[in-house]
């Protein structure tokens, strides 16, 4: 795998959350991810995952679909619900592509069939990196403009503070 991340220091490296019924899954994507610089932590079931979220605060999630327990669809809601920001990459077997399709609805950053081809998880975790860039970007930008109209504003009261200070 020739994963290539964007715009990270190797001080702080992109956390992915591993959410998988299945070890061997994970143990492959744990040493692949880790290879490739990445955070990695990991859970057994939705359940485990869920907590693990709320822990680690990842920056993506990769989970597989069909789990017991919480399946990968309500896990994908409950992280929205929590961190609309945080990016899901869907992992899903052959016969479980309209629940892949019907995963996007609920904003999965994509997802990955099995067995995972190393292509495909790097461009889905490329893409996945590309929309936390973008959302990263326009929430600074929001915050200058914010800072600048604060800052243009204050300027204006004490523009008219002056004007009627002159006027009596």
């Known amino acids: 795998m020739?994963?290539?991340?964007?715009n990270q220091s190797p001080t702080d490296p992109t956390k992915i959350l591993i959410v998988d019924d299945e070890p061997g899954i994970r143990k492959v994507l744990e040493i692949t991810l880790s290879a490739?610089?990445?955070?990695?932590c990991q859970a057994g079931d939705g359940e485990q995952g869920l907590s693990a979220f709320t822990r680690e605060a990842p920056d993506i999630v990769i989970t597989d679909i069909k789990m017991p327990g919480i399946d990968g669809i309500q896990l994908l809601k409950k992280i929205k619900r929590l961190n609309r920001d945080t990016e899901v990459i869907m992992i899903t077997g052959h016969g479980d592509m309209a629940l892949a399709v019907k995963s996007l609805k609920f904003e999965a950053a994509d997802f990955i069939t099995k067995p995972i081809d190393s292509n495909d998880l790097e461009t889905a975790i490329q893409k996945a990196e590309e929309r936390i860039n973008i959302t990263r970007n326009i929430r600074h930008y929001m915050d200058d403009l914010?800072?600048?109209?604060?800052?243009?504003?204050k300027k204006l009261h004490e523009s008219e503070a002056l004007v009627t200070i002159g006027m009596t």
Not at 2 to 6: S, T
Not at 36 to 40: T, W
Not at 146 to 153: G, I, P
């Open 2 to 6: 020739n994963l290539i991340r964007q």
């Open 36 to 40: 490739a610089g990445y955070d990695i």
């Open 146 to 153: 914010e800072t600048l109209v604060e800052e243009k504003d």
